[in-house]
């Protein structure tokens, strides 16, 4: 199980943590959120036998950031399990700014997609959404610079956004007695959700119309 701890001292890096850790920053990764032993698609700091590396070739090292997972792909492809028990545990500190979460999720982001490029159906819908939803605010902006009636749409899915993101961490503070959370995390979610998204795009954009 992986335990996220604040980076820093403060509110911010409280908020980033738990953010970190919630189903509306990190959708379905079980490693974050479960307790359940299982099969996952993928596990923070994998342990394998080397002779697993040796058959399927190690790590991709083209890849600067989400090597693990493609390398998890190959060892689904070949038949193999990735197997999560909670019973193994890990501390992982989070990022301490929201400068250096953005950095993270940008990277993130834009490597995804490069691994997608070899092995395009492992994406799954909690990865799909943010360039999806960059995608529509990116366009609606656009769009409202010609169209007046995209400007209320895209407050209205901005607003939305925000009052979803409210409701969904208010248990947290709650929970915690620390309502700062109330204002860093969606923060924090908003960083990771539109910076993985950017990224995303950008790789995309940039692969089709440079090459690289």
């Given at each position: 199980?992986w335990e996220?701890h604040?980076g820093?001292?403060?509110?911010?890096?409280?908020?980033?943590?738990?953010?970190?850790?919630?189903?509306?920053?990190?959708?379905?990764?079980?490693?974050?959120?479960?307790?359940?032993?299982?099969?996952?698609?993928?596990?923070?700091?994998?342990?394998?036998?080397?002779?697993?590396f040796?058959?399927l070739?190690?790590f991709?090292?083209?890849?600067l950031?989400?090597?693990?997972?493609?390398?998890?792909?190959r060892?689904?492809?070949?038949?193999?399990?990735?197997?999560?028990?909670?019973?193994?545990?890990c501390?992982?500190?989070a990022?301490?700014?929201?400068?250096?979460?953005?950095?993270?999720?940008?990277?993130?982001?834009?490597?995804?997609?490069?691994?997608?490029l070899r092995?395009?159906?492992?994406?799954?819908?909690?990865?799909?959404?943010?360039?999806?939803?960059?995608?529509?605010?990116?366009?609606?902006?656009?769009?409202?610079?010609f169209?007046?009636?995209f400007?209320?749409?895209?407050?209205?899915?901005?607003?939305?956004?925000?009052?979803?993101?409210?409701?969904?961490?208010t248990?947290?503070?709650?929970q915690k007695?620390d309502?700062?959370?109330?204002?860093?995390?969606?923060?924090?979610?908003?960083?990771m959700?539109?910076?993985w998204?950017?990224?995303?795009l950008?790789?995309?954009?940039s692969?089709?119309?440079?090459?690289?």
């Amino acid at each position: 199980m992986w335990e996220i701890h604040p980076g820093r001292e403060g509110w911010l890096a409280r908020a980033i943590a738990a953010a970190a850790a919630h189903p509306l920053g990190v959708g379905d990764a079980w490693y974050r959120l479960s307790n359940r032993e299982g099969e996952v698609d993928t596990v923070p700091f994998g342990a394998f036998r080397k002779s697993l590396f040796d058959e399927l070739g190690g790590f991709n090292e083209d890849l600067l950031t989400n090597e693990d997972y493609e390398f998890y792909s190959r060892i689904r492809k070949a038949g193999g399990k990735i197997w999560l028990d909670p019973k193994i545990r890990c501390i992982y500190f989070a990022r301490g700014s929201l400068l250096e979460l953005a950095r993270q999720y940008w990277r993130y982001g834009y490597w995804k997609f490069r691994m997608l490029l070899r092995f395009p159906t492992t994406l799954r819908w909690r990865q799909a959404l943010p360039p999806f939803f960059v995608s529509l605010l990116i366009f609606m902006a656009l769009a409202s610079l010609f169209i007046p009636i995209f400007r209320v749409l895209w407050l209205g899915i901005c607003g939305i956004y925000v009052l979803s993101l409210l409701i969904g961490i208010t248990p947290v503070a709650v929970q915690k007695k620390d309502f700062s959370l109330l204002i860093g995390m969606p923060l924090a979610i908003a960083t990771m959700h539109l910076c993985w998204g950017a990224g995303f795009l950008y790789s995309m954009i940039s692969k089709i119309l440079f090459r690289k």
